[in-house]
């Protein structure tokens, strides 16, 4: 699969699975120090809400990282994954003593889940891959049917603004020929869908989730990856901290390639 193959797909869901094709969803939170920083900032903004004995709902699980985080923590995890190649990377590193109920669905159906049955709640994928706001709304509201009245529920969101300068940072002439409207600066929505930040707020306020929280979950890591796989574990400790103690400031959101939003119903 290349991304050429990738566009003329029609059927979403099939683009989706074959989008997992070209991206390695299995290395992608651990393959450095920099790609490491969201998922740590993630795991540290979750863990300020978890208690013994709590359920996680992980919808669009990709190969695990957060459910097989959590289940070894001690939690309970329900988890959902669309991409087949995804599910089965999931699988492979399931053990039996793993408390973790993984299956292959769509997140814009949980009906295999009652109401109200988890305190944690993560939808951390399907909202920047589906393309229909229908079809995001619908996942919003599944999310929220699942999470108990007193829940949390978490989103992640592609910011928009933030990929041109990744996508400069590998490609001098990126804004010359790459892959955006150039006269409006809207990116194509492919192979991903990307928000601004202020259309992730209307895209959660328009499913009813009240927002606590807004995070810059990787900030500039990918942007500066070379030099931050580079730090040793002193300055990649301090680098960390550094980087929780900004990630809520409002003037890092839009700087940030991924966008961590907190919420309950
Ligand atoms: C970049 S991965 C993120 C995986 C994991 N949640 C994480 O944050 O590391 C996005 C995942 O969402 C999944 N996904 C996208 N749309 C979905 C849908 N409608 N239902 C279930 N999973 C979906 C994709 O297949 C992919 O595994």
């Not at 944690?120 to 995001?136: A, T």
Request: net charge negative; charged share 30%; glycine share 6%.
């Amino acid at each position: 699969m290349d991304f050429f193959e990738l566009a003329k797909i029609e059927d979403e869901y099939e683009q989706i699975a074959g989008t997992y094709e070209i991206f390695n969803e299995d290395i992608r939170l651990n393959r450095s120090q920099a790609a490491r920083v969201e998922f740590l900032t993630t795991v540290h903004c979750i863990e300020q809400y978890l208690k013994p004995g709590d359920r996680i709902a992980d919808i669009g699980a990709g190969a695990g990282e957060y459910s097989l985080y959590f289940a070894r923590n001690g939690y309970t995890v329900s988890a959902v994954e669309l991409a087949e190649r995804n599910v089965e990377a999931f699988r492979k590193k399931l053990t039996a003593d793993d408390r973790v109920e993984l299956r292959q669905g769509n997140a814009i159906d949980l009906s295999f889940w009652p109401d109200a049955a988890f305190d944690i709640v993560l939808l951390f994928g399907p909202l920047y891959h589906l393309h229909r706001e229908e079809d995001r709304q619908r996942c919003i509201a599944e999310a929220k049917r699942v999470c108990k009245p007193d829940g949390m529920l978490f989103f992640a969101f592609i910011s928009h603004d933030m990929v041109f300068f990744t996508e400069l940072a590998n490609d001098p002439n990126y804004f010359r020929t790459g892959d955006y409207d150039h006269d409006t600066l809207r990116l194509h929505d492919f192979p991903f869908v990307f928000h601004t930040v202020d259309e992730c707020r209307r895209i959660l306020r328009d499913g009813g989730v009240r927002i606590e929280r807004e995070i810059a979950s990787d900030g500039l890591s990918e942007l500066m990856e070379d030099r931050i796989n580079s730090l040793d574990a002193e300055s990649y400790a301090q680098y960390l901290r550094f980087h929780l103690h900004t990630c809520e400031k409002r003037e890092m959101l839009g700087h940030s390639n991924h966008l961590l939003f907190v919420g309950r119903k």
